[in-house]
């Protein structure tokens, strides 16, 4: 994804509630609840209404900035958002304790595993992906599906013994992970697929750039957030209270629909490039190349 030291995992609810704590210190208060309805008036936010966790009746908070981050539920909010819902099963596996909490190596895999076939099923190959924890424990996702509706709530949604057996079935049968740290499946999850795990605080970084400007114009994208952490077909689009595009992350600039373009600069470090194999031979052929051209040139000048 990037070049060694460029980039890191962290535990997602760790990490979230750290930045959680964080914010309730400089005085954010969090209120846990079931938004309804995002108000506004001529294209402008004038407010959120929800229904608490503990409650049943509608509740109006006025705000003049909303920052949409439901997930698939989004466009319960604002129809017009181009979401769409995918689940995936997920499980996490807990090291034995007799296993030194350093001997697990902390990289992401993102497999793809072929195996053979058994007497209940024939050869396949699997795409699970793996994530070491910092606590001992070894999250490991599979594929999305859509084989059951999205429920009114996280909570709702419905999940499938049999596809957190097959994860287990596909990481023990596959041998990609050493049997000694292989432990206990502790719990059996149902998150919704997200594909933004490289560039996750980039957006809300941006955003803050756009809620609070103070004459910032330009947003500086550090690697791992850099192209080649990219495909030229990535892009997240924001959308404001009504539905209208505001904010386009894409392949080489960010995009303020109503207010002018603000550029993104990527800072990619040479040894980056180098890295890259197929990058390395490019730039030799071109470099020969001009060499031949230049060659041919100069023939043709003493000859004349």
């Known amino acids: 994804m990037a070049p060694s030291g460029d980039s890191a995992q962290v535990h997602p609810y760790l990490f979230t509630a750290y930045l959680l704590k964080l914010a309730a210190e400089k005085g954010v208060e969090f209120v846990k609840g079931r938004a309804t309805v995002l108000e506004s008036d001529s294209g402008h936010a004038t407010g959120v209404r929800y229904i608490p966790v503990d409650g049943t009746e509608e509740v109006h908070i006025p705000a003049d900035c909303i920052i949409l981050a439901a997930g698939p539920w989004s466009p319960s909010l604002i129809p017009a958002l181009p979401i769409v819902t995918t689940r995936a099963h997920s499980i ?180 980056a490039h180098l890295q890259k194999p197929k990058a390395v031979a490019t730039a030799f052929l071109g470099l020969f190349a001009l060499a031949i051209m230049a060659r041919r040139v100069d023939l043709r000048i003493s000859k004349t």
Request: hydrophobic share 35%.
């Open 92 to 271: 996490v596996i807990k090291s034995p304790s007799s296993v030194d909490p350093n001997a697990v190596a902390p990289y992401a895999l993102f497999t793809s595993l072929a195996l053979p076939k058994t007497p209940r099923r024939g050869a396949e190959t699997v795409t699970p992906e793996i994530y070491p924890r910092p606590n001992q424990t070894i999250y490991m996702c599979g594929p999305g599906d859509s084989r059951a509706p999205l429920p009114p709530t996280v909570d709702d949604v419905e999940v499938e013994k049999a596809a957190c057996e097959q994860i287990w079935e596909w990481i023990s049968e596959s041998g990609i992970i050493e049997r000694w740290a292989l432990g206990e499946v502790t719990t059996c999850r149902r998150p919704f697929s997200c594909n933004v795990i490289t560039i996750c605080p980039m957006p809300p970084y941006s955003l803050l750039k756009l809620v609070f400007p103070e004459g910032a114009t330009d947003i500086e994208v550090f690697p791992p957030f850099a192209p080649q952490s990219m495909t030229r077909s990535t892009h997240i689009t924001y959308l404001d209270t009504i539905g209208r595009p505001v904010i386009t992350f894409a392949y080489k600039d960010l995009t303020d629909r109503h207010a002018g373009v603000i550029y993104a600069t990527y800072k990619v470090p040479f040894s």
